[in-house]
Each structure stands twice: as structure tokens, then as C-alpha cells.
T-cell receptor, first 108, second 114 residues
Framework: SQQGEEDPQALSIQEGENATMNCSYK?????LQWYRQNSGRGLVHLILIRSNEREKHSGRLRVTLDTSKKSSSLLITASRAADTASYFC????????FGTGTSLTVIP | SQTIHQWPATLVQPVGSPLSLECTVE??????LYWYRQAAGRGLQLLFYSVGIGQISSEVPQNLSASRPQDRQFILSSKKLLLSDSGFYLCAWSIAGANTGELFFGEGSRLTVL
């Protein structure tokens, strides 16, 4: 069963703008992760946030976590055309459950 | 450094034919191993995961099976493919027992069943 659900399903922005995508999940977690997938490729890990953290930064990425609402958001600042990809959240366990993803298109 | 290899990259098979996708991990020992399927434009569905040789857990009932004959080898199989088995199959590994929780993915195998 899928644990995470991202929204929006698709997002199109101009280069230089910020992109925000959200993830909701169903059960308690130890950590939540965000991954990126270029078309037709495997997923690449972006950032992990633990359940006792509320915000985390990595370069142009900012992740927030609200465990009371069972939700997380990924903000990509100053987007670039190369950021065009699908973005997935994943929740932990012995197995990892992924959401349906947000397809981000950054227009040059 | 650790690497993961997955093959074949693409596969076109007729309905009713068998399937074997293979995944190997190098540079680590006793990894957790995973098979995911991604339908076109959809999210990832966890199919199988393994925490050790011969230990396979299935997430959903289906036409597929998985085996782990060696520590760093994970095989996805089917005796008779269905049209609905078409998709993008991804193998992944993680460090067993680690708190980092990061998954490392292979480049995927695209299966088309005709």
C-alpha cells in the first residue's frame, strides 16, 4: 500500500521561481525522505528529515515536517531547468513507501 | 564505493512468456534489497523486500516472485507474464539496520508485455 501522497500532481514554473510540493502520509514515521527521478531513470535521494525535526535545509532545498498533520513540504528555491523531474516523498520502516509523485517542469 | 547494477535495461516480452530481472549490489554486505514497480506516470509500488538470503517479503499478491540466492543478488521472476506486468521495475538497496534510511536505486528495467 502507498503511504505518501504528493500534491500537486504536476507543477510548471518559470526558471528562477520557487517550487513547493507537499506530501501527506498516513501512519507514524521515524523519518521522511524526498527523492528525485529524472524521466526513465532511477530515483536519487535528496534529503531526509527525522520525526523530531521540523525543518531541514540542503542547498536550494528546504524541507518541513509537521507530524501532527502528517505532512511534509519540499521547497526548491531559484529553480533551474535542470530541476525538471518528478519528486517523491517516502516514509520509512523495514520497507519504504512512496507517494505518487509531483512532476515538476521548469521552463527556461 | 557501493554500486547497484540492474539488467536488462529494456525488455519486450510476449504474454505468457517467463521473466527474469536481475539486480546485484557491490561494495556492501548484507544489504536490504527491494523491488519496486512503476506504472507509466504513476508512483512506485513496493513489490518485494528482503533482509537476508532466502528471506523474501511480498507486499502485494501478484504474478511475480522474487528470490535472493546470494547476499547481494536479487532476482525478480515470472513464469507467465500478463499484459498488466508491463512497467518500469526498479531495484534498490539500503543499509541493514542503519538509521539513515536512504535507498539507493538502480537505473531500472523497462518491461513491455505484448
Amino acid at each position: 500500500s502507498q503511504q505518501g501522497e504528493e500534491d500537486p500532481q504536476a507543477l510548471s514554473i518559470q526558471e528562477g521561481e520557487n517550487a513547493t510540493m507537499n506530501c501527506s502520509y498516513k501512519t507514524s514515521i521515524n523519518n521522511l525522505q524526498w527523492y528525485r527521478q529524472n524521466s526513465g531513470r532511477g530515483l536519487v535521494h535528496l534529503i531526509l528529515i527525522r520525526s523530531n525535526e521540523r525543518e531541514k535545509h540542503s542547498g536550494r532545498l528546504r524541507v518541513t515536517l509537521d507530524t501532527s498533520k502528517k505532512s511534509s513540504s519540499l521547497l526548491i528555491t531559484a529553480s533551474r531547468a535542470a530541476d525538471t523531474a518528478s519528486y517523491f516523498c517516502a516514509t520509512d520502516g523495514n520497507q519504504f513507501y512512496f507517494g505518487t509523485g509531483t512532476s515538476l517542469t521548469v521552463i527556461p | 564505493s557501493q554500486t547497484i547494477h540492474q539488467w536488462p535495461a529494456t525488455l519486450v516480452q510476449p504474454v505468457g512468456s517467463p521473466l527474469s530481472l536481475e539486480c546485484t549490489v557491490e561494495g556492501t554486505s548484507n544489504p536490504n534489497l527491494y523491488w519496486y514497480r512503476q506504472a507509466a506516470g504513476r508512483g512506485l509500488q513496493l513489490l518485494f523486500y528482503s533482509v537476508g538470503i532466502g528471506q523474501i517479503s511480498s507486499e502485494v499478491p501478484q504474478n511475480l516472485s522474487a528470490s535472493r540466492p546470494q547476499d547481494r543478488q536479487f532476482i525478480l521472476s515470472s513464469k507467465k507474464l500478463l499484459l498488466s506486468d508491463s512497467g518500469f521495475y526498479l531495484c534498490a538497496w539500503s543499509i541493514a539496520g542503519a538509521n539513515t534510511g536512504e535507498l539507493f536505486f538502480g537505473e531500472g528495467s523497462r518491461l513491455t508485455v505484448l
